[in-house]
């Protein structure tokens, strides 16, 4: 039996899940609109694994959601996931978000989910999944107009979840089209994602492992009087 650390810090839900193969027998989450990961993350951790009844020298794998998401959240989980594998020497897994919002969606066959993260002004990330959870396009980051997605939606429904389903509720018209914003990543949908790549060993390099941004950060600074 394979125990998995699972970490999910790439939006506003810092999120730690313990997981025996791939069922979550323990999951920690907050989501918090001020990002505390910082305070809550390790304190998390260290609640989950005491809940389970296990230590640190018990776990074989660390899983962490690799982006796209907030920068600053993707470098608390991506850092606190390296500093557990180097020092406990542990194999390193990511695990997609965008994939991670899709897999909670109950779907029927013919049916999409689009997962969507907000970023800047009317721009998302997104991703495109069958029922099965598996990719129908690939992540971008693109600015949603009427146009957006259109080649996917006709007689079945198609689900946008995550926070950039919001702006696209007040663009995109099509009656199949479901929208649930609320839908945030967390640590429970890791665990099948990461048993999988667990099984067929597919680690990540933790010397040179970084987060998934997608497009470059950009530091906004104060224009000068």
Same mark, same amino acid.
């Given at each position: 039996m394979a125990i998995l650390l699972h970490l999910e810090t790439a939006t506003t839900n810092c999120s730690v899940g313990i997981s025996k193969d791939d069922q979550i027998v323990v999951l920690k989450e907050n989501n918090a609109v001020n990002y505390s990961h910082s305070e809550q993350l390790h304190v998390f951790i260290k609640e989950a694994l005491k809940e389970a009844s296990l230590s640190f020298t018990d776990l074989d794998a660390v899983a962490v959601s690799k982006g796209p998401g907030s920068y600053t959240g993707l470098r608390i989980g991506v850092s606190a996931a390296k500093g557990l594998c180097f020092s406990l020497d542990l194999p390193l897994i990511s695990t997609p978000t965008l994939q991670n919002i899709a897999c909670q969606m109950d779907l029927e066959p013919g049916e999409l @989910?689009? #997962? !969507?993260?907000? !970023?800047?002004?009317?721009? @998302? /990330? #997104?991703? @495109? /999944?069958d029922h099965q959870y598996r990719e129908v396009r690939e992540t971008r980051a693109e600015i949603i107009d009427e146009a957006s997605f259109a080649e996917y939606v006709g007689e079945k429904r198609v689900y946008l979840v995550g926070s950039g389903a919001e702006k696209c509720r007040g663009v995109l018209q099509h009656p199949n089209f479901i929208f649930q914003p609320d839908v945030v990543p967390s640590a429970k949908e890791m665990a099948a994602i990461a048993f999988e790549k667990f099984k067929s060993k597919q680690f990540e390099d933790v010397a040179y492992f970084e987060p998934y941004y997608l497009k470059d950060f950009v530091l906004q600074q104060k224009k000068k009087n």
């Open positions: @989910v689009i #997962s !969507a993260l907000d !970023a800047r002004r009317m721009e @998302v /990330y #997104s991703c @495109v /999944y």
